[in-house]
């Protein structure tokens, strides 16, 4: 019924930048926070990014200052602006929203499939 689907990873040198967005398709009737995860081989999920609905947001302490989360609520899409990118920083980034659709009045939680980010040294 809802769906998320994240674009724009790849392959980008250190230092460089790359945005990915993350739209949510479906039955909507509200979505509430949005955030951004990474899971890098090995490790646990981590949250990278999140945006209330209201646009305010809260990062990793890692990630302060290079990336920067937006969301456009008419089109029900965020976005994430990677800059300064470093090698550690590779992962695949997932999309994570609580989403309320047109049939239920709770909010379910989605998550899109991942795209890959991989940064080169």
């Known amino acids: 019924q809802v769906q998320l689907v994240e674009s724009g990873g790849g392959l980008v040198q250190a230092g460089g930048s790359l945005r990915v967005s993350c739209a949510a398709s479906?039955?909507?009737?509200?979505?509430?926070?949005m955030a951004w995860y990474r899971q890098a081989p090995g490790k646990q999920r981590e949250l990278v990014a999140r945006i209330t609905s209201g646009g305010n947001t809260n990062y990793a302490d890692s990630v302060k200052g290079r990336f920067t989360i937006s969301r456009d609520n008419a089109k029900n899409t965020m976005y994430l602006q990677m800059n300064s990118l470093k090698p550690e920083d590779s992962a695949v980034y997932y999309c994570?929203?609580?989403?309320?659709?047109?049939?239920?009045?709770?909010?379910?939680?989605?998550w899109g499939q991942g795209t890959l980010v991989t940064v080169s040294s």
């Open positions: 479906g039955i909507i009737a509200n979505v509430n926070d």
């Open positions: 994570n929203a609580e989403v309320r659709t047109v049939l239920d009045s709770r909010y379910l939680e989605v």
